[in-house]
T-cell receptor, first 116, second 112 residues
Framework: EAGVVQSPRYKIIEKKQPVAFWCNPI?????LYWYRQNLGQGPELLIR????????DSQLPKDRFSAERLKGVDSTLKIQPAELGDSAVYLC??????????????FGPGTRLTVL | GEDVEQSLFLSVREGDSSVINCTYT??????LYWYKQEPGAGLQLLTY?????DMKQDQRLTVLLNKKDKHLSLRIADTQTGDSAIYFC????????????FGTGTRLTVIP
C-alpha cells in the first residue's frame, strides 16, 4: 500500500513569490494534517482536516497561508506571498480519524521549501 | 499550551544502550509517542504508550512513563549505527484524530 505522497520534494523560490504544496493521503484516511518543521525543531501543526472540513486551523497564518481539501482526499497548501521565514519542511500526515480510539498518523517525506 | 522538552544531542558507542529523555507539561496527555526521523525522510512512528501505562517493551525498545513527574524515556538496547537519527517525543490529548505536539528532537549519534 502506498504511503502519504507529497510533491514537490524540494522547492526554491524568491521572497514574495507564491508556492503550493500537494499531498495525497493514504487511501481511506479521513483525517489529513499539515505540519511545518523549522530547522532544528519538531513539527508544528498548521491545519487539520476531517474529510473536507478544516476542524483546526488556529495555527495557520491566514494572511498568507491557505489550504484546501476538495472532495476530502488530496490537499493543497499555498503560501502567497512567501517570506524568508517560511523556509522550512512542510509535512503532510493522514490518519483514519475514527473517534474514540487510537489513531496513528502516517507522515509523508515532506517538501523542503527554501525562500531566497 | 503544550510544552515538550528534550535534550538536543546524545552519542553512544555501538552495542551500548541509549536512553533518550523527554518531559512534558500537559497532564491530560492521552498518548505519548516516539518518532524517528532520518535525513531526508518523513517521521516514522517507533512506538507509543497510553498514559495509564508505566512501561512498554517492543523488541529493542523500552518506553518508560512517569506520569507524576511528566517524564518519558526511550531506551534502545544494543544500539546500532542504523539507529543514528533524530528522535522526537510527542504527545496527544484525547482519542480519535488529534493533533500531535512534538519536542525539539534528540539527535542520536552511534559511534562504531
Amino acid at each position: 500500500e502506498a504511503g502519504v505522497v507529497q510533491s514537490p520534494r524540494y522547492k526554491i523560490i524568491e521572497k514574495k513569490q507564491p508556492v503550493a504544496f500537494w499531498c495525497n493521503p493514504i487511501s481511506g484516511h479521513n483525517t489529513l494534517y499539515w505540519y511545518r518543521q523549522n530547522l532544528g525543531q519538531g513539527p508544528e501543526l498548521l491545519i487539520r482536516y476531517e474529510n473536507e472540513e478544516a476542524v483546526d486551523d488556529s495555527q495557520l497564518p491566514k494572511d498568507r497561508f491557505s489550504a484546501e481539501r476538495l472532495k476530502g482526499v488530496d490537499s493543497t497548501l499555498k503560501i502567497q506571498p512567501a517570506e524568508l521565514g517560511d523556509s522550512a519542511v512542510y509535512l503532510c500526515a493522514s490518519s483514519l480519524g475514527t473517534s474514540g480510539v487510537y489513531n496513528e498518523q502516517f507522515f509523508g517525506p515532506g517538501t523542503r521549501l527554501t525562500v531566497l | 499550551g503544550e510544552d515538550v522538552e528534550q535534550s538536543l544531542f546524545l552519542s553512544v558507542r555501538e552495542g551500548d544502550s541509549s536512553v533518550i529523555n523527554c518531559t512534558y507539561t500537559d497532564s491530560s496527555s492521552t498518548y505519548l509517542y516516539w518518532y524517528k526521523q532520518e535525513p531526508g525522510a518523513g517521521l516514522q512512528l517507533l512506538t507509543y504508550i497510553f498514559s495509564n501505562m508505566d512501561m512498554k517493551q517492543d523488541q529493542r525498545l523500552t518506553v518508560l512513563l512517569n506520569k507524576k513527574d511528566k517524564h518519558l524515556s526511550l531506551r534502545i538496547a544494543d544500539t546500532q549505527t542504523g539507529d543514528s537519527a533524530i528522535y522526537f517525543c510527542a504527545e496527544s490529548i484525547g482519542t480519535g484524530a488529534n493533533n500531535l505536539f512534538f519536542g525539539t528532537g534528540t539527535r542520536l549519534t552511534v559511534i562504531p
